[in-house]
C-alpha cells in the first residue's frame, strides 16, 4: 500500500484547487446557497468538459478516465474545501458509485457515459421519512405493471438535489427483497419533486413523491441490497474527504485570523488559549484525513469486509473532527465569527449536514461495531 | 421542577402561578419558551408579554417600591424566575434593561438617574442596548477607544441637565444586542484623551434619537438582524449622564459584567432544564432510549442542566446569605455555555436528517434556532477563553500571562 500522493496526484490537486478557487469562491457559494436550485450548470460543465471531474473514477469502457478513488478523494477533499455547491457529490459519490455497482451491465453503458460527460446530473433516492441508511429503512415499493415494467409507489425524501437530477437511482421494495430502479425525470408522469430548504444552503435537498412512475429495474429483482451498502460506504468515504477539506479550510482561516487580530497588543494567536485551540485542530484535521485516507486506500485495494470497516470508521471520526474544526473556528473569530456575513458559519452548517447525510456518527461507530464483530 | 423554597415565600409563589395561569394565554401561551438573550425571535409579541408582566407588577421584582419594583427580596425574585421557567413563559424581551442596565443604576446611579430612568425600564417604555464591545475591543474591553468631551456652551436636548453641559460621543460600538430596537445606550468611553487602558474611561448613557447616533443591523448566523453597530458621530448627552464617576467607568462597566457573569444566567438556564425535558422526548420518539450510546449522553446533558441549576442556587443561597459567592459562581457561565453546546448537539443529532430541513425564508424551529445561537455563548459576556484566564488567575493565583 503506498500512502503517499504521486506527483500525478498532488497536480490533480493543483489543478482542481485553482478551478475551485475560481469557479467556487465564496461569492459563489454564497449565490447558489440563495438560489432555490443550487446549481450552475456552465460551471458544472467546465467541471466535466476540462477537468474531467464528473468521470474521474468511472472506468474507461463507460466514457470515465478510470482514476482510482484515492484520486476521486482528491477531489472531494478540494470540493469540501471550497464549499463547492451543487450536485457533485450526488451524482458522482451516490449515483455514479450505485451504477457501478449494481448488476446490470447495460445500464452502466447506458448511463455512465452521461455522467462522466457531465452531460447528466444523478442522485440517489434512498432515505425516506423515518429518515434510516439500513435496509430496514426502506418502504417506497415497486409493482409490476400489465406490460411487464414496474412501477414506484411511495416517497423520498431528504434526497441530495433530487430536485434537480435528471436520472433518479431509487432504493424500493419488490416481492423478494430491495431493488434498484432507474427513473429519468424529464417528463416522467406520477412524479412529484419539492425541493426542502436545508439548514446549510450549500447542500440542497428534495422530496420526492412517486405515484405509480414508471421505472427500469436495474439488475435481477430483489438483490441490490449489497450494491447499495456498497455504494453507501464509497460515499461515507469520499464524505469523509470532503469534511477533511472542509475543516482544513476552516483551519485556515482560523489560524490566518489569530495572526492577524491582535487583543491586549498582542496577536490572539499568541494566547495559548488560542494557540493550543489551533493545534488541537490540526490533531483532528490529521488524525481525520488518516481515517478518509485509510478509507480511499481501502476502495481502491481493499476487500469487501475491509472497505465496510474502513468506511464506517472515516464517517464516525471525520463528521465529528470537521464539527468540532468549524466551531471552534467560529469560536477564534469572537463576534465577527458569528454572523451571517462571514463564512465560518457556512463551514459549520455544512460539517452538520454532513453529520446528518450518510447516517449520523454515532450510527456508523454501530456500524463498525457490528462489523468488527464486537 | 418542583422546588420548594420553604414556607415563607409560599404564599408568593401561589400568586405567581396564579398570575401566570390566568394571563400566559392565547398568544403569549402559543409563544412558550420563545426567545433569549441573544434571540429576537417573535420580538413584537415578547415586548406585548413584557408589557402584561409590567401590569401585573411582576417587572423589577427585587427593585425598590420607589422606582416601580416590588421591593421584595432575592429569594422572592428567585421564586418569581423558577415559576416563570415552570410554565416555560416567553423570554424577556427587555432582558438588557432588566437584568443588566438597571441593577448597574441601583448600584452605581445617582438618585436622579435611578428616578428617571429606572419607572421607564419596568413600564417597557423605553429599551436600552449596552455599548460596551468595539471593532478593537472585544475581549480586551479596556482598550475602548471611543472618545467623549464635555461642550460646556452647548444646550442640552435630555431633559434634567442640572449640572449644564453635554458629553459629545464619537465612535463605533459593535455587537449590540437588540441595538436596533434600543432608545438608550450605555456607552463606556473613554473621557480622559490622555489616558490609557482602564484609567479614563466613563460610562455614559446616551439616547439613539438623534442626528449623532446611526444603528444598523448585524446579522447573525441565524439568519436574525439581532445585534448591530452603532456609530455614534458627535452624538449628544446632558453632562449629569454618567454612571458612577467621570474617569471611574472601568468600575462601573466591570460592575454590570459582574452581573452579566452572575446572577443573570439563571433565567437563561432554567431554559436549558426545557431543552433537556424536549431532548428526552425527543430521542423517545426517534426511539433513541435503546441505544446505549444515546442513553448515556442523554442522561449526561440532563445531569449539566441539573447541575447547573444546583450551582445557581448554591450561589443565590450565598448571595441570600449575604456571602460572597464561591468559585463555583465563576466557573458556572463556562460550564453552562459549553455543556448547552453539547446538549444542542446531541439534540441536532437526533433530530436526524428532518432536523437539517428548514421553513421558508429561512425559518428556523426552536432547536435550530436554540443550538445556531448557542455558539455565542462562549463568545459573549467573557469568551470562554477570558473565563478560564479569570479562573485561573483570580480563583486560583496562577501567575498572570505575560502581557506587553
Ligand atoms: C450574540 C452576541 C451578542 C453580543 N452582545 C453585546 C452587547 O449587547 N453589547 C456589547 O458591548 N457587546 C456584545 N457582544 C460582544 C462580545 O462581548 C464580544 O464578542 C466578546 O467580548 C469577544 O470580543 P470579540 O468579538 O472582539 O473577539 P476577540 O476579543 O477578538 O476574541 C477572539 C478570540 O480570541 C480569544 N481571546 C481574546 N483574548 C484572549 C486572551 N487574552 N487569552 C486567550 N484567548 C483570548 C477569544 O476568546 C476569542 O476566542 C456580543 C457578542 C455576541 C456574539
Redesign the pocket.
Known amino acids: 500500500m503506498d500512502l503517499t500522493f504521486s506527483e500525478e496526484q498532488d497536480e490533480l490537486r493543483k489543478v482542481v484547487r485553482s478551478f475551485l478557487a475560481k469557479h467556487s469562491d465564496e461569492a459563489t457559494v454564497r449565490r447558489l446557497a440563495a438560489d432555490p436550485q443550487g446549481h450552475d450548470p456552465v460551471v458544472w460543465g467546465r467541471m466535466a468538459g476540462e477537468l474531467g471531474l464528473q468521470g474521474l473514477a468511472v472506468p474507461e469502457e463507460y466514457g470515465g478516465s478510470g482514476f482510482g478513488y484515492v484520486d476521486l478523494g482528491i477531489v472531494f477533499e478540494e470540493a469540501g474545501r471550497a464549499l463547492l455547491g451543487g450536485p457533485y457529490f450526488a451524482t458522482v459519490a451516490l449515483a455514479a458509485e450505485a451504477l457501478r455497482r449494481c448488476a446490470d451491465e447495460q445500464a452502466r453503458h447506458d448511463f455512465l457515459p452521461g455522467v462522466a460527460s457531465g452531460e447528466t446530473v444523478a442522485t440517489l433516492a434512498l432515505t425516506e421519512d423515518i429518515g434510516r441508511w439500513d435496509e430496514q429503512g426502506i418502504g417506497l415499493t415497486a409493482a409490476h405493471d400489465e406490460r411487464g415494467g414496474w412501477r414506484l409507489t411511495g416517497v423520498k425524501t431528504y434526497v441530495p438535489d433530487g430536485h434537480l437530477a435528471d436520472l433518479l437511482l431509487v432504493a424500493a421494495r419488490t416481492p423478494s427483497g430491495i431493488s434498484l430502479l432507474a427513473v429519468e425525470t424529464t417528463d416522467a408522469p406520477g412524479l412529484a419533486r419539492t425541493p426542502l430548504p436545508t439548514l446549510d444552503q450549500t447542500r440542497k435537498q428534495a422530496r420526492i413523491e412517486f405515484t405509480d412512475t414508471p421505472a427500469r429495474l436495474l439488475g435481477p429483482e430483489g438483490t441490490a441490497w449489497p450494491a447499495l451498502e456498497r455504494t453507501l460506504a464509497t460515499a461515507a468515504v469520499l464524505l469523509s474527504a470532503e469534511q477533511v477539506g472542509g475543516a482544513a479550510a476552516a483551519l485556515d482561516a482560523a489560524v490566518e485570523?489569530?495572526k492577524i487580530?491582535?487583543?491586549?497588543g498582542?496577536p490572539?494567536g499568541s494566547?495559548?488559549?488560542?494557540k493550543h485551540?489551533c493545534a488541537d485542530m490540526l490533531m483532528e484535521i490529521e488524525s481525520a484525513r488518516s481515517a478518509a485516507y485509510g478509507g480511499l486506500w481501502a476502495l481502491d485495494t481493499g476487500d469487501r469486509t475491509e472497505i465496510a470497516i474502513a468506511a464506517a470508521l472515516a464517517q464516525a471520526y471525520c463528521s465529528e473532527a470537521f464539527t468540532k474544526v468549524a466551531a471552534d473556528n467560529i469560536?477564534?473569530?469572537?463576534?465577527?465569527?458569528?454572523t451571517w456575513e462571514h463564512p465560518a458559519h457556512l463551514y459549520f452548517k455544512r460539517a452538520k449536514s454532513s453529520e446528518a447525510l450518510l447516517g449520523t456518527p454515532s450510527y456508523h461507530r454501530e456500524l463498525l461495531a457490528t462489523r468488527l464483530g464486537i | 421542577m418542583e422546588l420548594d423554597f420553604g414556607p415563607d415565600v409560599r404564599d408568593f409563589r401561589d400568586e405567581v402561578r396564579d398570575w401566570l395561569a390566568d394571563h400566559l394565554v392565547g398568544e403569549f401561551a402559543e409563544h412558550r419558551g420563545m426567545g433569549g438573550?441573544?434571540d429576537g425571535a417573535a420580538w413584537e409579541v415578547r415586548l406585548a408579554w413584557d408589557r402584561e408582566l409590567s401590569a401585573g407588577g411582576w417587572l423589577g421584582v427585587g427593585w425598590p417600591r420607589e422606582y416601580g419594583g416590588r421591593g421584595l427580596g432575592l429569594l422572592e425574585e428567585i421564586v418569581f424566575e423558577y415559576e416563570y421557567a415552570r410554565v416555560n413563559a416567553p423570554y424577556r424581551a427587555t432582558v438588557?434593561a432588566l437584568d443588566l442596565l438597571g441593577p448597574m443604576l441601583l448600584k452605581m446611579g445617582s438618585e436622579a438617574q435611578k428616578k428617571r430612568f429606572l419607572p421607564p425600564i419596568l413600564g417597557v417604555e423605553e429599551l436600552w442596548?449596552?455599548?460596551?464591545?468595539?471593532?478593537?475591543?472585544?475581549?480586551?474591553?479596556a482598550s475602548v477607544r471611543t472618545r467623549a468631551e464635555r461642550d460646556d456652551g452647548g444646550t442640552s436636548r435630555s431633559s434634567g441637565a442640572e449640572s449644564g453641559g453635554e458629553w459629545v460621543v464619537s465612535g463605533q460600538?459593535?455587537?449590540?444586542?437588540?441595538?436596533v430596537h434600543a432608545d438608550w445606550l450605555y456607552v463606556?468611553t473613554r473621557t480622559d484623551p490622555r489616558s490609557v487602558r482602564h484609567k479614563g474611561l466613563s460610562l455614559l448613557l446616551v439616547p439613539t434619537d438623534q442626528p449623532g447616533v446611526e444603528i444598523r443591523p448585524i446579522r447573525?448566523l441565524a439568519g436574525q438582524d439581532?445585534?448591530a453597530e452603532v456609530f455614534l458621530s458627535d452624538a449628544r448627552t446632558s453632562a449629569d449622564m454618567v454612571v458612577g464617576e467621570v474617569g471611574q467607568g472601568w468600575r462601573t462597566a466591570m460592575a454590570t459584567l459582574g452581573i452579566e457573569r452572575g446572577t443573570t444566567l439563571l433565567p437563561q438556564q432554567l431554559t436549558f432544564e426545557r431543552e433537556a425535558e424536549a431532548l428526552i422526548d425527543l430521542a423517545r420518539e426517534r426511539g433513541a432510549l435503546d441505544d446505549p450510546m444515546l442513553r448515556r449522553r442523554i442522561v449526561d446533558a440532563w445531569i449539566s442542566v441539573r447541575i447547573m441549576r444546583t450551582t445557581n442556587l448554591r450561589t443565590i443561597a450565598e448571595l441570600t446569605a449575604g456571602r460572597t459567592p464561591g468559585a463555583q459562581a465563576t466557573t458556572a457561565k463556562l460550564y453552562a455555555s459549553t455543556r448547552h453546546q453539547q446538549l444542542g448537539q446531541l439534540a441536532t443529532e437526533l433530530a436526524g436528517p428532518a432536523g437539517q430541513i428548514v421553513g421558508e425564508d429561512y425559518a428556523l424551529d426552536r432547536r435550530q434556532r436554540s443550538f445556531l445561537?448557542s455558539?455565542?455563548?462562549?463568545?459573549?459576556?467573557?469568551?470562554?477563553?477570558?473565563q478560564?484566564?479569570i479562573i485561573g488567575e483570580q480563583v486560583l493565583g496562577l501567575p498572570k500571562?505575560p502581557r506587553p
Open positions: 485570523y489569530a487580530r491582535e487583543q491586549y498582542r490572539i494566547f495559548q488559549g488560542i485551540k469560536q477564534v473569530h469572537g463576534g465577527i465569527g458569528f | 438573550p441573544t438588557n442596548g449596552q455599548g460596551f464591545s468595539e471593532p478593537g475591543a472585544g475581549s480586551d474591553l460600538k459593535v455587537w449590540t444586542s437588540f441595538g463606556l447573525n439581532e445585534f445561537l455558539l455565542a455563548e462562549t463568545i459573549y459576556g467573557g469568551s470562554s477563553e477570558i478560564r484566564n500571562e
